[in-house]
């Protein structure tokens, strides 16, 4: 079965600092990957996704996320954090030709100044 | 423009209640969904409907019935509310189904809690 892990439960940078977030994945194919992020009391955002291609992928508010197959990984990256990013963050899998979402247990980033 | 909008944002009843939770897209969209939210933040999809069809039920209990009177609207409907369906409940949306890894658009939740 589809899996997604997010072992870091709680992440905590300084404002310009930079930042990984990972993500690891159990799926017997090559899947379709996205790291989403839910500010307070809000929904889910996409911030990036990944298909085919490229492996290093870029997306919205600075953030790059790298595919490594070998690793069975998909990191979220950003060089330099802003205090408007802390939020949870939540890598996702979906399964080839659905949109079914599966998600991690997120992230939490608090970022202080 | 809203986007996705859900009402209400807020849900507070007592056990053994009935309640609905409606949820509307303007974008457009074919694709609808209603994830669960628990108190750890884990994310878990319910429910997927697509063009008014149900494609997506995932062992949800049958005390939850959701209702898509056309593509732009998608309802839930709790039967007997229990203290376990307290959650934040998201509704979603995305262009179609049949193309994998379509962006899914998140409403901004309702905050259910069963005294």
């Known amino acids: 079965a589809q899996s997604v892990t997010q072992p870091d439960i709680h992440i905590t940078v300084s404002e310009g600092a930079s930042l990984e977030l990972r993500c690891n994945y159990s799926y017997g194919a090559t899947p379709y990957l996205f790291w989403y992020v839910q500010s307070p009391g809000q929904g889910l955002q996409l911030l990036l996704k990944y298909f085919s291609g490229d492996t290093l992928v870029q997306g919205i508010k600075g953030f790059e996320a790298e595919f490594k197959r070998s690793q069975s990984s998909f990191n979220l990256r950003k060089p330099s954090v802003h205090w408007s990013d802390a939020a949870e963050y939540f890598c996702a899998v979906a399964p080839y030709n659905t949109d079914k979402l599966i998600f991690g247990t997120g992230t939490r980033l608090q970022v202080f100044p | 423009d809203t986007a996705v909008s859900q009402t209400p944002k807020y849900l507070v009843t007592q056990m053994g209640n009935d309640k609905s939770i409606k949820c509307e897209q303007n974008l457009g969209h074919d694709t609808m969904y209603w994830y669960k939210q628990d108190s750890k933040k884990f994310l878990k999809i319910m429910f997927s409907?697509?063009?008014?069809?149900?494609?997506i039920n995932e062992t949800v209990p049958n005390r939850f019935s959701p209702k898509s009177p056309d593509k732009a609207h998608l309802n839930l409907h709790i039967n007997s509310l229990e203290l376990g369906d307290s959650a934040v409940y998201f509704c979603a949306s995305s262009q179609d189904w049949d193309t994998s890894g379509n962006e899914q658009f998140f409403g901004p939740g309702t905050r259910l809690t069963v005294l």
């Open positions: 409907y697509n063009n008014k069809e149900l494609i």
